[in-house]
């Protein structure tokens, strides 16, 4: 079984920046892909960006260039750098990290962003 902690959210103005954290306990779990999801209210959970255990990233397009993944393999967390926010980017934040068989989420964290 694993745990994830998520810490950092909170509420920023327009193009203002946050960072998120998910730190992972595991118990003999090993942690291949790390990543953040985002849902809206009255909208569906979405990817924002992934990053492998070697540290290949993805990001979806409405985050490129102002979001950065990364991640402390020897504390088994997973950080999520928010610069230029816009309301948009307002919602739920998740992270997910995946193992050879499962894959874990975190309990969310709210990140608000007003205009």
């Known amino acids: 079984q694993v745990q994830l902690v998520e810490s950092g959210g909170g509420l920023v103005q327009a193009g203002g920046s946050l960072r998120l954290s998910c730190a992972a306990s595991r118990n003999k779990f090993v942690i291949n892909e790390m990543g953040w999801y985002r849902q809206a209210p009255g909208k569906q959970r979405e990817l924002v960006a992934t990053i492998t255990a070697g540290g290949r990233t993805t990001y979806a397009d409405s985050v490129k260039g102002r979001f950065t993944i990364s991640r402390d393999n020897a504390k088994n967390t997973v950080y999520l750098q928010m610069n230029s926010l816009k309301p948009e980017d307002t919602a739920v934040y998740f992270c997910?990290?995946?193992?050879?068989?499962?894959?874990?989420w975190g309990q969310g964290a709210q990140i608000t962003v007003s205009s």
């Open positions: 997910r990290v995946w193992g050879p068989a499962n894959n874990y």
